[in-house]
């Protein structure tokens, strides 16, 4: 089905912008469309508009040494549909220049200042050109994903200071928090301009812990890649590592056992469990209501506990391996998981019970950090974020992978974009993971949970996306000898920042903790 819609897609083109189209291809469920610089923004501007796609990621690639040339690479993803359009257009090595799609597509901002930074190739016309992943005393002309660019290499710094956005206006005054933190975070910069104590302004400034986890990833083998993917984002390591698995996997052609489909799920969906009872406990203690964030937090302590006894990891590190999985799940291991969650069931129905019925509390969370539709739609927000806005998508829905196709499930939604939404999603979720063990549980069936993964060749391409705790997440791979020549990773997180500058726009600033703890996103995510 997904075949037919994308020919169709391409036999209307307008002559315009078919006649700019250099040999399409449609392999599994994506329609390739090369083109030049030029034909770019028009032809992506007419399909994301005329089909109502949503932007997947953006993202360049160095092929100089095979091709000549840089290429920029925008995918697109059909609603309704597990269906890709992905557009890459050339660029010539005398003119590293392309159009900014932002004006036209706003969700490529950061795409376009990441591409900038990382490749040096510059989206002219873009509103905002300053730098978004280089430190402030990066020197100029260095470009860290570029080929020629070695990975040990460490350049003398040149100090320059980051310019912030400037709100002038009488008794405008700016407050700066971070990029140090107290707490046990990582760190940021969030610059807060403000009129008395409403918030007229946020600029959020990241980067403080880039790790080149792209740049490392293109000299890891394959099989060691996945123990990368699962640094990405420490509390969301199945996510991760089962997107590098499953593209990887394409590359290969290797068929996953059907149980190992399973088993995947059912972590997936732990690891959704323990991030979303520690969400719902930092909401609570952020308007310091201390008894259900304590029973939250409790209720986390349960499920990691339960993750040590099953993997021998509180996180469920090493779980994923390329072809399957690394152990397989025992009539014990069962008799736990379902024993723990009937427990976990009960507290956690006692726990939600004690949040919406404080009045105090839902005087906190009612209205406060609002995302309507339209934004969250405009900025490609992801997740629950996206979901308490009225936004429905859901990669395990909408792209099914794993086992997550053979299972049934509700997408849970709210249409109130605050912070009770995100947090009444939240809730929804977990019971959601808990049907999802359920029914995996019960459908689990019998063989390996480990296949062959076969050669790789040189020159291919895949993609997985996974829908993690905080939403959708993209591992793209272009394949290279024994390892990616290129591999990009778009997390939740990266989508969703801006959202919450947005979100806190004419709130009290002593309303931001709260408005950040619902979105609860990942530094690390973002800082690859």
Known sequence: MSDQRLRAIFRQLPPELSLKIDHPVIERNELRLPVKAEALVPLVTHIHRTHGTTLVTM?????????????????????????????????????????????HVNEADWYEREIQDMFGLVAVGHPDPRPLVLYDDWPEGLHPLRKDFPLSHRPPR??????????????????????????????????????????????????????GIEKLSESTPYSKGVYLAERISGDNGVAHSTAYCQAVESLAACKVPERAEFIRTIMLELERLYNLFGDLAGIALDTAFSVPAANGYLLREKALNLNECL?????????????????????????KIVATLVKLKLDFEDLTDLMLTSPSM??????????????????????????????????????????????NFLVPRQSGGDVNA??????????????????????????????????IHSGGTAFSLVESPRGELVHWIMSGIGAPFRHKIRDASFCNWLAMEQAVLGNIVPDFPLVNKSFNLSYSGNDL
């Open 59 to 103: 993202h360049a690639t160095d092929e100089r040494a095979r091709e000549g040339t840089f290429k920029v690479h925008v995918m697109l993803a059909l609603r309704g549909e597990n269906a890709f359009i992905t557009i890459i257009a050339s660029l010539g090595l005398n003119n590293l220049k392309f159009d900014s799609l932002t004006p």
């Open 422 to 455: 995100r947090m009444r999603v939240k809730m929804d979720e977990v019971r959601e993971s808990f049907s999802l063990i359920d029914q995996a549980l019960d459908g689990m069936p019998g063989g390996p949970v480990r296949a062959e993964v076969g050669e």
């Open 158 to 211: 040149e100090r320059t200071e980051y310019s912030f956005t400037i709100v002038e206006g009488e008794a405008v005054y700016e407050i700066p928090v971070g990029p140090v933190h107290a707490g046990v975070i990582e760190p940021g910069h969030f610059r807060f301009s403000v009129a008395g104590e409403p918030i007229i302004n946020l600029e959020v400034r990241l980067g403080y812990v880039h790790k």
């Open 362 to 407: 839902m005087d906190r969370v009612e209205t406060t950090g609002r995302l309507t539709t339209e934004m969250a739609r405009s900025l490609n927000v992801v997740g629950p974020a996206a979901r308490a806005s009225d936004v429905d998508r859901d990669v395990r829905r909408d792209h099914p992978y794993a086992a997550y196709g053979r299972l």
């Open 311 to 335: 993997t021998g990891s509180r996180l469920l590190r090493s779980v994923n391996v390329l072809g399957g999985v690394r152990r397989d799940l025992t009539g014990n291991d069962r008799e």
